[in-house]
């Protein structure tokens, strides 16, 4: 097929990766650790690990699980915490032992928790003791045998570390009480490890590093197959196209998405990591008044995000108190970025929001735009080395340049299939190894793409296809206006009409308001016909705004 984008990419950048370069995420990890030694790895709360104190750290608890009972290599451990030091201390010690990790949103439901164990089949849990009351509910209904508990302040230094935990458990009362008789303390575990040194597993390509769960269209979450050859090959594409913009002195990443997001995992945890940067983990990113306050104590160079994330922190008094003067990239994925949005952060930080577009499914990066570029421009940017694009539509045709279809991907970061799900995993390929991705997109003569929409989201009014996304932009762009979902609303005459739903920036805006800003810039089918006002809209905990559960009313 023709690569057109291969002729806009920046000088330098290679068409391809060499993905046999490591054979494994712990031989990245092992590498990093010998180029890095004492440099700074991973910082929270105000305790920072060097790349040495990982490698001692991860290499305890990897002792310790791997002395569990009935663990060995290819087990399951399920990782349930937020960004603090023990999630990426639990992540590489299990990567280490051979183990498939299985991230687990430390707020999901007892229906929820229950799913991701049983279907992923995990034997052993590392959590935090705020979500222990959770785990109580359905331990007993799920595979689960080994249960390692961890208190939030931890890996904190003393005194902190006691002055954290007693606050959080008695004067913020945030641990509920909990009862797993079976348990084993994190500090135990590390303690217990030290005794014994950790034996090396070898790990193959092969080898499944991750089950990344994922909705899917019965409702039920799905576990992408990630393997070793996936994330290595991920982290070796991000690394070629950040490369050149990283200098020899230190890198300093924000990492506020939650690290069981695919997206703050492969990009900050891991490549950053792979690059001898220091992540800077934010424990609670949704307290924008003590995250703005962090930045503003921080030297720091990068920072990724999604869209209402940059809309949080710009709207935050303080925020233009922050020192942006190392910032060099910015990075924003996980949901559209809006113009309105990236142009304001321009303004205020200097720094372009250079979007990415990126699946679950695909470890995640497909495409990411030149970092060098210096305006905002409504693509989701080129494909990565040795990725290829392609638009088909419902029959698998490959649609010509600048038509509108279904993006597919192919490449060494897609993911084996779906854990257990023979059927949802034909669904998502082609015959001839696509991934569907379930986005509407289109390609231009430079070769850089452009998302019209997700399939499910599209509206038809009286025959006419319209895309939430070109809505959403236009009303981001009214200055009256915080946050916009758009949905399709069922009607009798036209099939479905426009509803726009809005969280006001403006306390004055009125619906009249709104209609009138769109019928400047939008044809009439277009055009709202229903407004409505909220104070908040539904959103994942990485801050996506949930399209679904406002059409549920």
Not at 40 to 56: E, K, V
Not at 77 to 101: D, E, H, K, Y
Request: aromatic share 8%.
């Amino acid at each position: 097929m023709d690569k057109a984008w291969l002729k806009s990419y920046p000088p330098g950048m290679p068409a391809t990766i060499d993905v046999d370069a490591y054979q494994s995420i712990a031989e990245v990890f092992d590498r990093a650790v010998a180029e890095y030694g004492d440099s700074p790895a991973f910082t929270n709360l105000g305790t920072t690990l060097s790349y040495a104190d990982m490698d001692r750290l991860t290499g305890n608890l990897a002792s310790y699980l791997q002395r569990l009972p009935n663990m060995r290599k290819g087990d399951r451990i399920a990782i349930m915490m937020p960004n603090v030091l023990q999630n990426p201390i639990a992540i590489f010690a299990a990567l280490r032992c051979g183990f498939t990790v299985v991230n687990t949103n430390p707020l999901y439901t007892t229906r929820e928790l229950k799913h991701q164990l049983s279907d992923s089949g995990a034997k052993a849990i590392i959590v935090m003791e705020n979500f222990c009351q959770v785990l109580q509910e359905v331990i007993d209904e799920t595979p689960i045998q080994h249960v390692i508990t961890t208190q939030l302040g931890d890996m904190l230094k003393f005194p902190k570390s006691l002055i954290v935990n007693l606050v959080v458990k008695y004067v913020k009362k945030m641990v509920p009480a909990f009862s797993l008789p079976r348990r084993v303390t994190f500090k135990d575990a590390l303690k217990n490890g030290a005794q014994k040194p950790y034996e090396p597993v070898e790990c193959s390509h092969q080898d499944i590093a991750f089950l990344q769960y994922t909705g899917g269209t019965t409702g039920l979450a799905k576990g992408a197959m990630l393997t070793h050859r996936n994330m290595v090959a991920n982290m070796q594409q991000a690394s070629a196209w950040i490369k050149d913009h990283l200098s020899a002195d230190k890198e300093v990443i924000i990492t506020a998405l939650p690290l069981y997001h695919i997206f703050s995992l492969t990009a900050n945890c891991l490549t950053f990591m792979k690059e001898g940067a220091e992540n800077y983990l934010i424990t609670n990113p949704r307290d924008m008044p003590n995250f703005v306050k962090e930045l503003k104590n921080v030297s720091f160079t990068a920072i990724t995000g999604v869209n209402t994330l940059f809309i949080g922190l710009m709207n935050t008094p303080g925020f233009d108190e922050i020192d942006f003067s190392g910032l060099k990239i910015t990075l924003g994925g996980g949901m559209a970025v809006q113009k309105p949005v990236a142009e304001r952060w321009k303004k205020a930080t200097g720094v372009p929001l250079i979007e990415a577009y990126g699946l679950t499914e695909t470890s995640p990066a497909v495409c990411i735009n030149p970092l060098s570029l210096a305006e905002y421009n409504g693509s989701i940017g080129l494909p990565i080395p040795s990725t290829e694009v392609s638009i088909q539509d419902e029959n698998g045709k490959l649609m010509p340049q600048g038509e509108s279809g279904e993006l597919c991907v192919r490449g060494p970061q897609v993911m084996k299939g779906y854990w257990n799900q023979e059927e949802e995993t034909a669904k998502v390929f082609t015959s001839d190894g696509w991934l569907k991705t379930g986005d509407v997109a289109k390609m231009d003569a430079a070769g850089y793409f452009r998302i019209v929409d997700r399939l499910k989201d599209m509206i038809l009014v009286s025959g006419f296809n319209v895309y939430p996304n070109e809505i959403e932009t236009v009303i981001a762009g009214h200055e009256g206006v915080l946050e916009i979902a758009v949905i399709g609303e069922p009607d009798e005459k036209c099939g479905e009409i426009v509803k726009a739903v809005i969280v006001k920036k403006d306390q004055s805006l009125t619906e009249k308001d709104v209609i009138k800003h769109c019928k400047e810039s939008l044809t009439g089918y277009k055009v709202p016909k229903i407004v409505e006002f909220r104070s908040e809209l539904p959103k994942t905990n990485v801050g996506k705004i949930l399209r679904r559960e406002l059409r549920k009313g």
